[in-house]
């Protein structure tokens, strides 16, 4: 069944969607659950990282981000914080602008639920360390 000739199905197992790897993550593998098109305020990815995988320094635009560590473990680092140990069931929110690391570490893959308000555009929104960014020690 689906919501208009048109539409995903509503009903779908993740490991039946299109998956893909984000610019500047090695390892890493996603598949876009919920997308704009179901509802236009957020959107929801399964990403999977192999252990020594990470999403490199970057920081999102408008972009609120969340994810929640489903299994495995991460080395988190938020802007000029020292990293952090993350383990299932953390919680981390990265407001717009607040460049980030995660790293996958230990023996066996990071699973992780991400959500994105607004979503990220088709080709994402990826902006390099490099580039200016907002920390948690700016005011």
């Known amino acids: ?18 998956a893909y790897s984000p610019p500047n993550h090695q390892g890493t593998r996603n598949v876009r659950l919920v997308d704009h098109e179901f509802c236009g305020g957020f959107e929801m990815i399964r990403g999977i990282v192999q252990p020594g995988g990470e ?12 994810i929640y560590i489903v299994r495995g473990m991460a080395e988190v680092t938020l802007g000029d914080d020292a990293p952090r140990q993350c383990a299932p069931g953390t919680v981390i929110r990265i407001p717009p602008r607040m460049l980030h690391r995660v790293v996958c570490h230990g023996p066996e893959p990071l699973e992780a639920l991400i959500v994105y308000s607004p979503p990220l555009p088709k080709h994402g929104a990826f902006h390099p ?3 200016a960014h907002r920390s948690l020690a700016a005011p």
């Open 55 to 66: 999403a490199e320094p970057h920081y999102h635009e408008a972009e609120h981000q969340v």
């Open 129 to 131: 360390a490099g580039e």
């Open 1 to 18: 069944m689906t919501g208009s000739p048109s539409a995903k199905p509503l009903i779908e197992h993740a490991d039946e969607m299109e």
